[in-house]
């Protein structure tokens, strides 16, 4: 699928003629840098001796945390802090497959975009002359809000089910991962079923604070929680609407 993006990509819009690009653009690499930084910090930088300035930065952390505990916590967090695609006949490149060019073009067809690429190639191998592109990028708008809808739909109904689940499993004891840390207390992913919940920093006791520059917890005996950390949890309640978790921390 990549190679064809790419091949598609260099032929027409390498050429200079529209096209239409699934983009994780190298205008929008700044951003998706700056949160890959917050979990790439000091215990990572320092640890593996790297910052995240750019895709290949990325890819060496990710190369540098295998086989780590955390490894599996950092990936996700990786792919979280990228930059969400977006289509339009404005060729930005590729960020997260570090490719100058890249056209949206899929076999077998999966979504509309793929289907409008299909139809320019067709154009151009019939020499029939440049499309309107005006009409092109509304496509591209409204295609791009419909997938997000569409995207956001569904993990909605995963957090739904994931929520209904686990409130009948109140008195079941769980182990899992910590995903994310924040100032309020830990993201936690439960192994087995990847369902993820929250654990307030009230549980942890000992008075731990959230340390964002290092990204970990931190208490004043001097003990810490890392990205990874394994531990066991109870459901304590939820909320079906809101589609939320709080777990307990089991001593």
Same mark, same amino acid.
């Given at each position: 699928?990549?190679?064809?993006?790419t091949?598609?990509?260099d032929?027409? +819009?390498?050429?200079?003629?529209s096209?239409?690009?699934?983009?994780?653009?190298?205008?929008?690499?700044?951003?998706? $840098?700056?949160?890959?930084?917050?979990?790439? $910090?000091?215990?990572?930088?320092?640890?593996?001796?790297t910052?995240?300035?750019?895709?290949?930065? +990325?890819?060496?952390?990710?190369?540098?945390?295998?086989?780590?505990?955390?490894?599996?916590m950092?990936?996700?967090?990786?792919?979280?802090?990228?930059?969400?695609?977006?289509?339009?006949?404005?060729?930005?490149?590729?960020f997260?497959?570090?490719?100058?060019y890249?056209?949206?073009?899929?076999?077998?067809?999966?979504?509309?975009?793929?289907?409008?690429?299909?139809?320019?190639?067709?154009?151009?191998?019939?020499?029939?002359?440049?499309?309107?592109?005006?009409?092109?990028?509304?496509?591209?708008?409204?295609?791009?809000?419909?997938?997000?809808?569409? $995207?956001?739909?569904?993990?909605?109904?995963?957090?739904?089910?994931?929520?209904?689940?686990?409130?009948?499993?109140?008195?079941?004891?769980?182990?899992?991962?910590?995903s994310? +840390?924040?100032?309020?207390?830990?993201?936690?992913?439960?192994?087995?079923?990847?369902?993820?919940?929250?654990?307030?920093?009230?549980?942890?006791?000992?008075?731990?604070?959230?340390?964002?520059?290092?990204?970990?917890?931190?208490?004043?005996?001097?003990?810490?929680?890392?990205?990874?950390?394994?531990?066991?949890?109870?459901?304590?309640?939820?909320?079906?609407?809101?589609?939320?978790?709080?777990?307990?921390?089991?001593?």
């Amino acid at each position: 699928m990549d190679i064809f993006g790419t091949s598609i990509g260099d032929g027409i +819009i390498g050429a200079g003629i529209s096209a239409i690009g699934g983009l994780l653009g190298n205008d929008q690499s700044a951003a998706s $840098a700056q949160a890959a930084n917050e979990f790439s $910090a000091q215990q990572y930088a320092t640890r593996y001796q790297t910052t995240v300035k750019d895709m290949q930065a +990325i890819k060496e952390l990710l190369a540098r945390v295998a086989g780590e505990q955390e490894e599996s916590m950092v990936q996700i967090m990786a792919i979280r802090a990228m930059a969400k695609a977006e289509y339009s006949t404005n060729n930005i490149g590729h960020f997260g497959l570090a490719f100058s060019y890249y056209s949206h073009f899929t076999s077998p067809i999966r979504r509309y975009p793929d289907v409008l690429v299909h139809r320019l190639l067709d154009r151009y191998i019939q020499d029939q002359g440049l499309p309107n592109v005006a009409k092109l990028d509304l496509h591209c708008k409204h295609d791009s809000m419909m997938e997000k809808r569409a $995207a956001d739909a569904e993990r909605a109904s995963i957090k739904y089910k994931q929520v209904e689940y686990l409130l009948m499993r109140k008195d079941q004891i769980f182990s899992g991962k910590i995903s994310g +840390i924040t100032n309020g207390g830990l993201f936690v992913e439960l192994e087995g079923n990847k369902c993820e919940g929250f654990l307030p920093i009230e549980d942890l006791g000992f008075g731990f604070h959230f340390d964002k520059a290092a990204y970990i917890m931190v208490n004043q005996r001097g003990e810490e929680i890392h990205l990874g950390d394994e531990l066991e949890v109870k459901v304590k309640s939820g909320d079906m609407l809101e589609r939320q978790i709080i777990f307990s921390l089991v001593d």
